[in-house]
């Protein structure tokens, strides 16, 4: 798809931030999700695959949650509160968004996200994803989304090859992290291909809510 970035990038304030799925509601992260976060980002298996450690205490969740407010002011990160019947039970993110407008464009940005263990294994993060990637290049009209997930950590990459991202590479020995390095699988979706994707995606579309 030859698409440009446009010229004038959306500013993240300005746009309709709360997305719905047949079966989930994405929320912008607030510091009243502090508590339901915390009982699920305390779970070492959840933290384990991640980038950061286990909360140790609420204030590692008051930190997390103060960084994404900020991001998202700053419109470089929005992050959502995934819902299940109106309780958060994740969090997925679209984050490092860049308009760089010099003799290269560059129109990107990085998912992310991680879910409580009670909630794994019932396609609720491949649901939350198809939301997110939709909000990522049909709202926020982003050209291309990468994202990335340990070597051998096989629920994440199914995820990751159903939505429809094209694998890139090992990077190996990327990262150290409990007595061990660990290799990280690197994936990435453009906007012409999300486009040809979605012809065939199985979840209903999301739409963002006003």
Known sequence: ???????TPPKLTDLPLL?????????????GDTDALFALASDPEVAKTMSWDAHRDRTDTVAFLERMLTTRNEGTSIGWAILLEGKPIGVISIDG?????????????????????PH??????????????????E??????????????????????????????????EDFWRF??????RRYELTAGEYADSTRTMKFSRPRPVS
């Open 139 to 172: 709202t926020l009209g982003l050209h291309k989304v990468t994202i990335g997930c340990v070597e051998g950590n096989a629920g994440s990459q199914a995820i990751i090859e159903k939505l429809g991202f094209r694998y890139l590479a090992i990077f190996e």
């Open 97 to 117: 968004i860049r308009w760089d407008f010099r003799a290269w464009r560059v129109d990107r940005a990085e998912m992310g996200y991680w879910l409580g263990r």
């Open 19 to 31: 997305v719905e799925t047949p079966r989930l509601r994405l929320r912008p992260l607030e510091l």
């Open 179 to 184: 007595g061990r390095w660990w290799s990280h």
């Open 1 to 7: 798809m030859a698409s440009a970035p446009p010229r």
């Open 120 to 137: 794994w294994g019932q396609g609720i993060m491949s649901e939350a994803a198809t939301a997110a990637l939709r909000f990522a290049f």
